[in-house]
């Protein structure tokens, strides 16, 4: 079965499964799917039918690769880039939702799900989007003072370009924008390892996710020891679900 037989009867599937959507959009009046509404019910689709999905960011471009999971095949979807707004926070948190929105989006798009043709997280009258640009992405906040400084958090160029397992079944490929923070980099790859946790289907797929991307695991592990901590307590838990 080719790949894009394998994403329509995915996509066929859910629209039989009761989803219900959680955002509410107070301004116009409507409501509209989370990632948390459809995110497990896409994953366990997707699992059934062979299919594995990986987000990607450059400095101008998002995109969702869906693999074949039993084979070579693979379509992708892309959506030029642009940063959400937010002009009472941190350059960060700009960065953070526009990854979770460009998330959200790109999965909609990959399973052809019809939404309310809004901006829906925004009120009418702000803008919520502008062209990314490089002075866009700063990660100081700025001062009142021009005596204060803050430092500038570690950014993923410091660790590597990109960074990508071992080829064939549950590989992962990491992006790193030169202006990302490691920080949300290193959220990027515990999201991708918890997505692929999610669709093993014993402890041997749950040890081939960890030998295959090894690199990437030492990878964080060399630059936070705790975080590191953490995602493999995910391992762990993954693994004993398979011994109970």
């Known amino acids: 079965m080719s790949v894009y037989r394998k994403l329509q009867a995915a996509r066929a599937e859910f629209l039989s499964m009761p989803v219900k959507k959680s955002g509410k959009n107070k301004f116009a009046g ?27 960011f450059t400095d101008t471009e998002a995109s969702l690769t869906v693999y074949d999971a039993d084979g070579d095949g693979s379509i992708v979807f892309t959506s030029p ?16 939702s526009t990854h979770t929105y460009f998330r959200r989006y790109l999965w909609l798009l990959a399973m052809d799900i019809v939404e309310v043709d809004l901006v829906d997280a925004a009120a009418p009258s702000e803008k919520v989007a502008q062209p990314v640009k490089n002075k866009d992405v700063q990660l100081v906040q ?45 959220h990027l790859v515990r999201d991708s390892t918890h997505f692929l946790l999610d669709m093993c289907e014993s402890d041997a797929d749950v040890m081939t996710i960890f030998k295959k991307n090894k690199v990437l695991f030492d990878t964080v592990k060399a630059k936070d020891p705790e975080f590191f901590k953490e995602m493999m307590g995910k391992f762990t838990e993954t693994k004993n679900k398979f011994k109970e």
């Open 30 to 56: 409507f409501e509209y799917f989370e990632l948390s509404d459809f995110i497990p019910t896409v994953s366990k689709l997707f699992d059934i039918a062979g299919l594995c999905g990986v987000v990607r």
């Open 81 to 96: 880039l642009v940063m959400a707004e937010n002009a009472k926070g941190q350059a960060i948190q700009s960065l953070g």
């Open 142 to 186: 700025p001062t009142q003072s021009p005596m204060k400084t803050v430092a500038q958090p570690e950014k993923v160029k410091d660790v590597q370009p990109k960074i990508t397992g071992k080829e064939g079944g549950f590989q992962m490929v990491i992006d790193a924008p030169n202006d990302i923070n490691l920080e949300d980099w290193l």
